[in-house]
């Protein structure tokens, strides 16, 4: 071992880890001094996505809404999805639906948005009929019908809202439990915020509107407000450091210090969940595209929505005093 003149041990010099950084340290983007353009473009966003439901009449309600039947079929040899419909298509069946949910085009769901008078039963009939007629006896399988009334369906879309609503203001109670009054709501108008987006785009891209996609929006809330904690937290944490400062300058150093970490937890999730709508099929299109919008826009409101609506409530306050 190598000996200083002064006879102690020579200590080994200290390591350098490079860790990598989209962000550079020092970055000061004003985003506070962008809230007012990017309400703007949340307004726009959110009015072009009500018009398209109010022009489509509603969203595009799959049959657990909408009420219907489902045909889970499978061939014993590669069948053309024109095929099927085209087996389908004439008689008393509207609206059929046909998916391919299998490798190799042998499985499908064949769906029946509705019931007619004949009643649900007379809907599978006339669907294994109709593929008798065209493929013959034994071509195929029946793995499953499943078939929901048009009551159900009004009741399964009720339980569906109030557990969206009842998510956002448990959310919001529990923001403003840990921090503040004004994050909680802030919170909660941003996860409005993101909840209106997302069904706008879910209409304009005329995605199905079914259970999965409520899980999926139940899911976009939960990842919204995860990322507001981590904002709010270091807008908490450097108040109590800048107590000369005020809150917007408080408010955009703490933005931009946790950008980096927020774009690469967003970047990571939107590339899965992209993967997942690309290549996941068309079951779970909906549920993919919901995941997919929600977290780009969950990442949006954290900064242009949650925080701007902090600094609003804070203003008024001290006009009151």
Not at 43 to 62: C, D, F, K, P, Q
Not at 126 to 132: P, Q, R, Y
Not at 229 to 252: F, G, P, Q, W, Y
């Amino acid at each position: 071992m190598a000996m200083r003149s002064t006879g102690q041990p020579e200590k080994a010099a200290p390591v350098q880890h490079h860790f990598f950084e989209i962000i550079p340290p020092g970055t000061n983007i004003d985003f506070v001094g962008m809230r007012f353009r990017m309400l703007i473009v949340s307004w726009t966003l959110i009015a072009i996505g009500l018009v398209s439901i109010y022009l489509h009449g509603g969203l595009n309600y799959g049959i657990d809404f909408a009420g219907g039947t489902m045909v889970h079929v499978k061939f014993a040899q590669s069948t053309p999805v024109a095929d099927i419909r085209g087996a389908l298509s004439g008689g008393e069946l509207r609206e059929v639906v046909v998916q391919n949910v299998g490798q190799g085009e042998t499985e499908f769901q064949i769906r029946v948005v509705g019931s007619p008078q004949s009643g649900s039963a007379a809907v599978a009939d006339s669907i294994k009929a109709g593929l008798k007629a065209r493929f013959g006896e034994g071509t195929y399988e029946v793995l499953r019908v499943e078939t929901v009334g048009p009551k159900v369906g009004k009741n399964l879309w009720r339980d569906a809202t109030l557990a969206v609503l009842a998510a956002t203001l448990v959310m919001g109670a529990y923001i403003a439990l840990r921090f503040e009054l004004r994050f909680g709501i802030g919170a909660a108008v941003a996860l409005v915020h993101d909840v209106l987006i997302t069904l706008g785009a879910l209409s304009i891209a005329n995605m199905e509107f079914d259970l999965t996609t409520v899980a999926g929006l139940l899911t976009v809330v939960g990842y919204s407000v995860h990322d507001t904690v981590i904002v709010s937290d270091r807008i908490r944490e450097n108040m109590r450091k800048m107590r000369r400062e005020t809150l917007a300058t408080v408010m955009n150093l703490s933005i931009n210090e946790t950008l980096s970490r927020t774009l690469i937890t967003s970047g990571t999730a939107v590339l899965v969940t992209a993967a997942l709508f690309l290549l996941g099929g068309p079951v779970i299109h909906s549920f993919a595209f919901t995941l997919l919008v929600g977290f780009i826009v969950g990442t949006y409101s954290s900064i242009y929505v949650a925080s701007p609506i902090v600094l609003y409530l804070e203003k008024r306050q001290v006009k009151r005093r």
